[in-house]
């Protein structure tokens, strides 16, 4: 077993206050990896004090130098790359080739932000009254508690902690449960580049535990949660009571939708990305898939070969695996199908065979539940109309994507799906860092990551009156 993987606080690490460690075990194979600070409401006060502590004398640097710092910790990121990227994928059993293309991401996201560094641009606009100057200017919200999923560890913390920290924050990460040791990881690196003792701290455990108690601490300003509509809505309620500023992003159930005169092979070749790649775990996999009826079954032959010739990779523990079985027995419970897959593959690691569903009715538990694995569902439909129709019948709205070659179809799509991402001709996917990523209904609360958008998330805006000549007013 590998080294402990305890709390940062403060710029030291340290074992949880009350002694407990939990076990992390790879999803490859079963196999223990280490043990993780199980931290409770003593570890969460003692980072959040830290924060408090250290965050006016971070908020007095320039924004230049904080993203010169942000930068140094992207750039040896960059040079740690390959132990980095082992890393994530002995926690999270993905290959080293999504491991890498993840953590080029997180550092891709470190320089995107440093260079806010030099922008953070504010507003300058008029004053009804004479002789007055008004600027809009930014400024640090103050303790930001960061609470994120398990499914791209790195990416998931470089996409709050970089411009929490940029915008003059101090940080208290309560990473997943699942992946404790690539949290840990990236602090270290902030640290050894020189961000000081308290400015991002790391506590490990549980989210009912470590979790709770963060979004519940009086002293934290800002709650900035990427996880499940369920988690979220339980934030959102602790955290509005003392009326915290929070940022939800949530997850999906996100349609990719088949049209009669779409390019079929590419069609298939982004549904199969979509659906299935990082074992289904994305907020953006595309688990529906809506077919025009003149396709739909050229379109099934072919997603179903594509879906049996893929390589199945694990997904993030047994406790997932067991779930999507359960949801799989539900859904033909209630009518479904199983096209493809649907059972556990070996007896090491948690493997379900990339799976199709056929016959799901469109408000089935089914169409309306994300199931964050490798399942999808097929749909049948006549036409645009209803092609939009079922794209919409969703609690979620995060990304949606059509494949056509008409124009007009494509601009009609954009215009009435209702999701944060439309893609034309492509895959579900997420954003790149320079642009803002969310979406709308279930799948969050308004806010964008990523992009100048975060920058919303991580200040407050306050506006400055300035009278220019006080003779004269
Ligand atoms: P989850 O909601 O189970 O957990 C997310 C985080 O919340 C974890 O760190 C967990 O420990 C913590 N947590 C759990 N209960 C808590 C509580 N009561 N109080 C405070 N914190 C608590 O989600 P998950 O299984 O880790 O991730 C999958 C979900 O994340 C999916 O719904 C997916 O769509 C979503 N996601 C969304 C985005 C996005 O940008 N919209 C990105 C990635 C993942």
Redesign the pocket.
């Known amino acids: 077993m590998r080294e402990d993987v305890p709390n940062l606080v403060d710029g030291s690490e340290r074992p949880p206050a009350g002694g407990d460690w939990l076990e992390k075990v790879a999803p490859a194979d079963g196999r223990p990896l280490y043990r993780f600070a199980r931290s409770g409401d003593e570890d969460v006060a003692n980072a959040v004090a830290a924060a408090r502590r250290a965050q006016p004398a971070w908020a007095a640097e320039t924004p230049v130098a904080r993203g010169d710092l942000v930068r140094e910790i992207a750039l040896t990121l960059r040079e740690r790359r390959d132990e980095l990227s082992e890393l994530v994928a002995a926690e999270t059993g993905k290959s080293m080739a999504l491991a890498r293309g993840e953590t080029e991401a997180a550092i891709e996201m470190g320089l995107f932000v440093a260079g806010e560094g030099r922008r953070l641009y504010g507003r300058t606009t008029t004053a009804s009254m004479p002789h007055r100057s008004v600027m809009a200017v930014r400024q640090p919200v103050g303790v930001a508690g960061l609470?994120?999923?398990?499914?791209?560890p790195l990416p998931?913390i470089a996409?709050k902690a970089f411009p929490a920290v940029l915008c003059g924050n101090a940080a208290v990460v309560?990473?997943?449960?699942?992946v404790p040791a690539s949290a840990l990881a990236f602090a270290r690196i902030a640290h050894e580049c020189g961000l000081p003792a308290g400015v991002l701290n790391v506590v490990q455990?549980?989210?009912?535990e470590?979790?709770?108690a963060?979004?519940a601490h009086p002293d934290v300003d800002l709650v900035s949660?990427?996880?499940?509509?369920?988690?979220?809505r339980?934030?959102n309620e602790?955290a509005a009571r003392r009326l915290a500023k929070v940022c939800l992003?949530?997850?999906?159930k996100n349609a990719l939708v088949v049209c009669d005169d779409a390019d079929l092979d590419g069609a298939v070749r982004w549904a199969l990305a979509s659906a299935f790649s990082n074992a289904g775990?994305?907020?953006?996999?595309a688990s529906r898939l809506v077919v025009f009826d003149a396709v739909y079954d050229d379109f099934r032959e072919r997603l179903l070969a594509g879906a049996t010739a893929l390589e199945p990779e694990p997904v993030?523990s047994e406790a997932?695996l067991e779930r999507l079985l359960e949801a799989l027995e539900r859904a033909q419970g209630e009518g479904a199908a199983i096209a493809a897959g649907g059972t556990r593959v070996g007896d090491r690691g948690w493997f379900l065979a990339p799976t199709v569903v056929e016959g799901a009715a469109r408000d089935a538990w089914l169409s309306c539940t994300?199931l964050?694995g490798p399942v999808t569902a097929l749909y049948r439909v006549r036409d645009l109309h209803e092609a939009i129709e079922v794209v919409n019948d969703s609690p979620y709205g995060?990304t949606a994507a059509i494949h056509t070659a008409s124009v007009h179809r494509a601009m009609r799509f954009s215009e009435e799906a209702r999701a944060g991402v439309v893609v034309v001709n492509g895959g579900t996917h997420?954003s790149e860092p320079h642009m803002g990523?969310?979406?709308v209904k279930g799948?969050?609360t308004g806010w964008r990551?990523a992009g100048t958008e975060a920058l919303d998330v991580y200040t407050d805006w306050k506006y400055v009156n300035l009278v220019t000549d006080p003779a004269r007013t």
């Open positions: 609470l994120m999923s398990f499914n791209t998931n996409w309560k990473p997943s449960e699942e455990g549980l989210g009912h470590a979790g709770a963060l979004v949660f990427t996880g499940s509509a369920e988690t979220g339980a934030v602790v992003e949530l997850g999906g775990q994305r907020c953006a996999a993030i997932s994300e964050f995060l997420g990523f969310g979406g799948s969050g990551e």
